[in-house]
């Protein structure tokens, strides 16, 4: 019995997961890389493993990060099922398509400039035709259900608390008599968010393979999250300015106008115009409405009360590119949502390059911001950042709101692993300080053996 890490070891993005026994391999997660471009190419191209000994692949949840790739793996030849959450199903529909595209369009844009230097052209890293072949193999299930992967190999999934339909994965193992329990906590969540119930504990499990995100940093209490929402909005509303939000479309922006729609509710802000400048979120939102098995009491105590709770009059959805660019010049007081969550493409970098400059705007950053992204700039609060190629001296003022994160901190993520108790932990999805230092502190509370695995790097659990 063997685990092999391919990605998302020591990084953030891109998770690759391999478990084998009895001669069987199962992949958990195909994400994408997420950096320098030309680094993310370079790595999301090429599968570091045998595509045709894969047996089936389990995936967590629909962030890119995590099934970003697949359709790499399944143009790379693999037929297999995808077992994930019957929610994870419907919002990889969503994620997958949308991915494509933006492959799709880099590589057109890529092209032109390359065709005027008379270079090589690129081929997009995967096209619409792979993103539709994974759907195909996608096989959902519930939580707590029980499922055969293969001869020896049972998996159980468990409530993450991370997004919609994400998932903890617990893995039985027998081989040669032997029997062994492996708990995938990665992406964890935390407890007290809002839309989704809390994550479930991983039992009597001997290894945990566990994220390290925040492994350094403590979260604000997600309780404070909506108060702090709103008085920055009200901050931002009460000098005329406009409140940019860059947000993940799945789950982030939902939870945002969960808080907003209960702080308007609770008289704690006035009905200030909300727009949606996205699609996928506009999507992936109606996605939510009608997947109210997964929400929790505060979702359905919130629609008893208003009627609704994601779809209020004074909140719009933008779908146009003409719309989209009439609420860029909009010059009076309001809250736009707009993909990406690290300001790397989408939308928001028009809101952005409108908005950098002005005083009276404010930038909220809701989610983690990878290495290298314009989103980490801005959280270092540059003075000067490019968008577009051009740089623009920054005059917004920058908000980031830890209590946000939809990823365990440090405390959470050490009473998480003191509780499952396993007698081996391996620490993945985070950057080199955050993994190092929650070893060592991990350590400290009596669990001796914690690994931290590079990529490529093979291990035997019994």
């Not at 997660?29 to 030309?38: E, L, S």
């Not at 005027?116 to 096989?139: H, I, M, Q, T, W």
């Not at 996605?287 to 009360?305: G, I, N, Q, T």
């Not at 946000?404 to 080199?432: C, T, W």
């Amino acid at each position: 019995m063997h685990i092999e890490f391919y990605g998302g070891s020591d990084t953030v993005t891109g998770s690759q997961h391999l478990l084998e026994a009895n001669g069987y391999r199962i992949l958990r997660d195909c994400g994408m890389y997420q950096g320098r471009r030309k680094d993310a190419d370079r790595i999301n191209r090429v599968i570091p493993f045998d595509v045709q000994d894969i047996h089936s692949v389990v995936l967590s949840h629909a962030h890119i990060d995590h099934c970003g790739n697949l359709p790499s793996l399944v143009k790379a030849g693999y037929q297999g099922p995808i077992h994930a959450t019957s929610a994870t199903c419907d919002l990889c529909a969503i994620m997958l398509r949308d991915a494509a595209k933006i492959q799709e369009q880099d590589a057109f844009y890529l092209n032109k400039k390359k065709s005027r230097k008379g270079l090589p052209s690129v081929d997009p890293l995967y096209v619409n035709e792979d993103a539709e072949a994974v759907l195909k193999l996608f096989k959902g299930h519930n939580y707590h259900d029980t499922l055969e992967l293969a001869p020896g190999i049972t998996m159980q999934s468990l409530e993450a608390g991370h997004i919609l339909g994400s998932e903890l994965s617990q893995f039985t193992l027998q081989e040669d008599g032997k029997t062994l329990k492996v708990g995938f906590a990665v992406d964890l969540g935390r407890n007290d968010l809002p839309l989704i119930r809390d994550p479930e504990m991983l039992q009597d499990i001997d290894v945990l393979v566990m994220e390290s995100t925040y492994g350094n940093r403590f979260h604000g209490d997600a309780v404070l999250a909506g108060q702090q929402l709103a008085d920055t909005v009200l901050r931002t509303y009460n000098r005329g300015g406009k409140t940019l939000i860059p947000s993940f479309a799945l789950e982030r922006a939902q939870e945002i106008l969960f808080h907003l729609s209960s702080l308007v509710a609770s008289g704690a802000l006035p009905e200030i115009p909300v727009f949606v400048d996205s699609p996928m979120a506009t999507e992936v939102t109606r996605v939510f409405s009608k997947r109210h098995e997964y929400m929790d009491d505060a979702f359905m105590e919130l629609k008893r009360k208003m009627g609704h709770v994601l779809g209020a009059k004074w909140i719009r959805f933008v779908s146009s590119v003409e719309d989209s660019k009439k609420l860029t010049t909009m010059d009076s007081p309001c809250i736009i949502i707009s993909a990406s969550g690290m300001c790397e493409h989408g939308r928001i970098l028009h809101h952005l390059k409108q908005g950098i400059g002005d005083p009276r705007t404010t930038v909220v950053i809701v989610g983690y911001q990878a290495q290298h992204t314009l989103g980490r700039r801005l959280v270092e609060l540059q003075d000067e950042v490019r968008i577009f190629g051009e740089s623009y001296e920054r005059q917004a003022e920058i908000k980031t709101l830890n209590a946000f994160s939809a990823h365990a901190d440090r405390r959470e993520l050490l009473r998480y692993a003191k509780a499952a108790n396993p007698s081996k932990i391996f620490l993945v999805h985070g950057e080199q300080t955050p993994r190092e230092e929650l070893a060592k502190a991990l350590r400290e509370e009596g669990i001796p053996d914690v690994i931290l695995p590079a990529r490529g790097e093979r291990f035997e659990l019994a």
